[in-house]
């Protein structure tokens, strides 16, 4: 079965192997052209979630077990009283990049119009995002193209384990590192990191700093690079490290180059921005055209509910785990207790499912049907290798069925992708051929 995964941070399209009705193995789909037929280990073990004992068999209230009728009842019953208070409402999520389930919050706060949807990530890099919406007046993850850079510099950036698309990008990045007759010349590879990473341990040269070095560093390198090519300095005290070695390298590759920072620092990511637009990367090594969607979360807005949070009188948790996760965990769980109506979709126990009142547990993945927009113009589809092995139910479901929307979600996608990405096409064929195929 072709399929997606996605687990609130990094995306791969995937064929699943069915023996028996029952998924065995997954591999890479190469039909992709964001993972191109590769996947990493993540992928390959979320196979053992679908058999994981501890998975949540039915719905719970109060750590009880119970029915989908009495606690949808019970739901509807105290979000309709929420409705009619005016009480306000938190939908708190990780990223999510299907457009059909972003559609069904949407019509979810449609229904209860006090409701509000607080996207954070585990991995932040909500600097990044504001960064780029400073400098380039989008806020999104540049298209890096390593398979274009003769020079690459990573800053802290594990782009090869564990940063943003380390599929994608190990794919381009071993392209110019291959020397043969066709491609004589290999790219250069330069790692600035604190810890050792998977990306540094394959690097040409391996430049070793101190955490409390980056932004001073990367702010020389920028004053740098600006001397020499008549651009105004930034205020900074000069750096430990000699950087002139590595200026002067990214200068004699103008355009072919690659700067990359993996800090959540807006300031240290708008200083790179700046590294990377005087050397000309801007258009060539780095684009904004099919701009990377995995990472949405936006730390400002969830501090403010944080600081807010005694205003909320429900909280729905989107399948994610804030009260391990979140840097202000303590102040989750003071909210889940000092509110009547909290719940969780979560597949399996957790450190924040275990504290809610109603636990509607969702299906595994490999259960369900969904979509995923991973990248700007490139729309993939999941679909379920099994029926579901428990009671449970997707989060998309619940929502639906709360916000009094009697639709099969596997239709809602149809009708999403009817009206909103199939009229993106160049509608060669009926949308049913589109659809089917």
Partial sequence: YASSFFDGDKFNSILVKVLDGRPIKIEGNDLSSISQGAT???????????YDDTRYRKPKINGQDSDWGTVDQEIIDQLKKLKSEKGKIAIVSNSIISPSSKKVISDFKKEYPTAEHFVYDAVSISGLLDAN???FGRRVIPNY???KAQVIVGINAD????????????????????????????????????GMSLTGSNADERII??????????????N???????EKEISVSKSHHEISKLGDELIKNTGKSLVVCGTNNKETQIIVN????????????????QSLLTKQGDDKQMLEFINNMD???????YDCNPAYDYAASDKIEKLIKNINLSISLSTIPDETSEMVKYVCPANNYLESWNDFNPKEGVYTLSQPCIQPIFSTRQEQESLLKWAAIEKDYYEYIKDVWKSEIYTKTNRLCYFINLWTK
């Fill in 274 to 289: 700046g590294i990377n637009q005087m050397l000309g990367n801007c258009g060539k090594t780095i684009s904004f055209n």
């Fill in 133 to 135: 919406k400073e400098s």
């Fill in 145 to 147: 193209k390593f398979d």
């Fill in 159 to 194: 782009f090869l384990g564990a940063w943003l698309s380390p599929v994608e990008y190990t794919k381009q990045y071993v392209q110019n590192r291959k020397v043969n007759e066709e491609n004589r010349k290999m790219s250069r590879h330069i790692q600035i990191e604190s």
């Fill in 224 to 230: 740098y690079i600006a001397n020499k090519v008549g």
């Fill in 311 to 317: 205003s909320y009188k429900g909280i729905i948790f």
């Fill in 40 to 50: 990493n280990s993540i992928t390959q073990a979320s196979i053992l979630s679908l």
């Fill in 209 to 222: 700093i101190n955490p409390s070095e980056e932004q001073n560093l990367v702010a020389n390198l920028y």
